[in-house]
């Protein structure tokens, strides 16, 4: 079995990892020695099958994703989302994290709800998985892209900034002027995805390997190591 699933996904011989150091929950550090539970997610895949592990970091999402879908990564680490499952095969999360709004202290947004009305401007990063959801979902409400959402919120002095609640915490903290609305609009659910083209017992060991390493403790403890709170560990009811 494990002789089946090391030839069909990573034919190489060694095991291509997508990392998206863009998005500090999942990893840190630099392209030349990353950091995370990302990265320790594909050390300890590469390792349960025999390989070495190479990495390709981002500082996107959006770049993590078109590497997998050119077929220059073997894995990636992505939220799970419609548009991206056209390409990639999720498993199940491994970790859920919020995505959250913030806006002027004045501002007369107080709930998520109040965000979707005209004249309303929500900056975002380009090709996060909140850009594709907001993209879909907002009616009235523009949504302006960036190279992150807190950067164009300010460039560019719009009414929103939508992010990943721990990275905006962060910010918040050195921009008092500014305040998290309550709630969050979506739940952002982070995943280990591989092309479809992949077998299925590939795609099987996949998701036993990612609910063994939830169960395991060692997805609450690489968290831990890298700062990051142990409790974002998915729970089993949060299929894909």
């Avoid at 950091?35 to 300890?44: F, P």
């Avoid at 994703?65 to 999360?93: H, K, S």
């Avoid at 969050?184 to 077998?199: D, E, N, S, Y």
């Amino acid at each position: 079995m494990l002789t089946v699933v090391r030839d069909d996904l990573a034919p190489s011989g060694v095991l291509r990892a997508a990392i998206n150091l863009g998005n500090p929950v999942l990893a840190q550090g630099s392209p030349e020695d990353p950091c995370g539970v990302t990265v320790d997610l594909a050390y300890e895949l590469a390792e349960r099958l025999g390989l070495a592990a190479r990495f390709q970091c981002f500082d996107a999402a959006g770049k993590s994703y078109e590497a997998m879908a050119r077929g220059d990564a073997d894995i990636c680490f992505l939220a799970v989302d419609p548009d991206r499952a056209e390409q990639v095969a999720f498993t199940a999360p491994y970790i859920v994290i919020e995505g959250v709004y913030a806006v002027a202290r004045e501002s007369s947004i107080l709930t998520v709800a109040d965000v979707d009305r005209p004249g309303v401007r929500v900056g975002v990063k380009r090709g996060s998985v909140y850009d594709l959801h907001l993209s879909r979902t907002l009616r009235h409400a523009t949504v302006v892209r960036g190279g992150d959402g807190v950067d164009v919120f300010a460039n560019e002095q719009l009414e929103v900034a939508a992010g990943i609640r721990e990275p905006m915490v962060e910010y918040l903290l050195a921009n008092p002027h500014l305040r998290l609305v309550d709630g969050r609009f979506m739940l952002i659910r982070q995943a280990i995805g591989t092309t479809r083209a992949r077998r299925p017992e590939t795609v099987a060991y996949l998701q036993e390997f990612v609910e063994d390493v939830k169960a395991s403790g060692f997805v609450a403890q690489s968290l831990k190591r890298s700062g990051q709170s142990p409790s974002l560990v998915a729970a089993p009811e949060d299929a894909v």
